[in-house]
């Protein structure tokens, strides 16, 4: 029992030891977005749009055919003279071929080569066996209803395919936004930590003087006492941060999809420091930008764009229906096939054909109620996009302010917590001088943490800012460097 308690004792020991490693913005991005299954879910969509585009694609697709058949009779005839037997025996053979493809203007064309070989017992005919190859070109098209939308239904499909590769791109910028987020939290919270042990050094120092000076009897006990809470409440915020800092280190490798325990026990180190750069803002420019860069507005757009052919295809879809079956070739006949595919060829004998065929709806037309369902919805789709107008404007707008105002706040925090250092150190002089008290220092000290953390605060505040106006633009991929690339499959 002993050894196994001292076993578990070194297991425990070894469970607490935490590996460090020092990671940048960029490689937290970078493993992210490598990781995240959002993302390759959103890439999948991207593959069955493609499949939609080829399925539509292949409805036009050339097809090429055999028919073969084999029909036989026996019937009594009617005039045994005419037909020279009073029992008719007939046989026909086929063996069709054709090839035939389906046109986008919504008409198809076929090119058939029919082989009819016909045997009777009849003793009337000239022809027995009667091979009658025929070569004929057709074509069937409407000249109204559903003519030319084939292509309209190819493009509704390339555009689906265009949104899917916007809406890996919104998921990619989501991610990298709470990449940015998160990681700044952490420094935010290390940075934190950085102040409030700073801050707790002073407060140590200025307790051993105090001890000293209690020795000596310059000041009394109960300085010594309020130094040592003062202490106290600062190792108390200390550890608060601390938990912080482990929640968001918690939390950033959640969001990398670590997912075995040694990731989980390792301490994530921030490489990147925060750093104040000045941005300069354009509202116009920036609206224009986002405009053209943020993929929710795009997809809209792209909404937009299939509402409007699908009107197109319903508006054409009004019109009567109206067709045209039209068709010419060349036929033969002989006993022997080859001597009748030859007279076929000699171009003597042929035939031709055109036809119309029409057709309209009395009561209740379906094309008409469609179209106008395709009217409401582009009045729809466009009242979308000025209020998606609206909305970017506005985040547009909010962002830049909060650069501005968050610019402000760090040089001014920047001054502050100058000025409130420099309190501290005259302060103590002074404490040393016997020209202060310990409470005054106390209280400087107190300043001075609250500025310099207040400081931290608004730089992490700002650099946030920088990146949501960026996010909002639409332009935080090119602003991290980074390039999307959409795989696509092959369809063959």
Sequence with gaps: TISLLLANSVNAKEELKTNKI???LQ?????????????????????????????????FSFLFGLQPSIRQGIRPTANSFVNGTSLLNETSNNYNLYAKKKLVSGGDVSLNFDNSIFFTNSTRTDFNPSISP???????????????????????????????????KSKTIEIISSVQNTYWDLVLTEERLKVLKSSLELTKDLLKINKEKEKAGFIAKIDVLSTEASLASKEENILQVEKEVGNNQDRLKRILNKTSREDWQTELTPKDKPIFKTVEANFDKMYETSLKSRPDFQIELMELQNVVLQKNIAEQNKLPQLD????????????????????????????????????????????????????????????????????????????????????????????????????VKAETEKLNLGLSTNFQVLQYQKSYEEAALSEVNALIDYIKSVNYLAEVEGTLLEKNNLVLEIKKISLG
């Design 22 to 24: 020092d990671i940048s």
């Design 27 to 59: 490689e937290c991005i970078e493993t992210a977005l490598k990781n995240n299954l959002d993302i390759k879910i959103e890439q999948y969509n991207i593959d069955f749009s493609l499949f939609s585009l080829k399925k539509t694609e292949d409805e």
């Design 134 to 168: 025929k070569l004929s070109l057709g074509l069937n098209h409407p000249l109204l209803k559903n003519s030319f939308n084939g292509q309209k239904r190819i493009q509704i499909n390339k555009n689906d395919n265009i949104t899917s590769g916007y809406k890996v």
């Design 324 to 423: 045209m079956n039209a068709s010419a070739g060349l036929e033969s006949l002989d006993t022997n096939y080859f001597t009748a595919v030859t007279k076929l060829l000699n171009f003597q004998t042929y035939f031709w054909n055109i036809g119309l065929s029409f057709e309209i709806p009395v009561a209740g037309n379906l094309a008409e109620t469609q179209y106008k369902e395709t009217l409401l919805r582009e009045t729809q789709q466009k009242t979308t996009i000025e209020n998606l107008k609206q909305r970017v404007f506005m985040e547009v707008k909010q962002a830049i302010r909060n650069v501005e105002i968050n610019k402000k706040r760090v040089e001014a925090n920047k001054f502050s917590k100058k000025l409130a250092e420099e309190q």
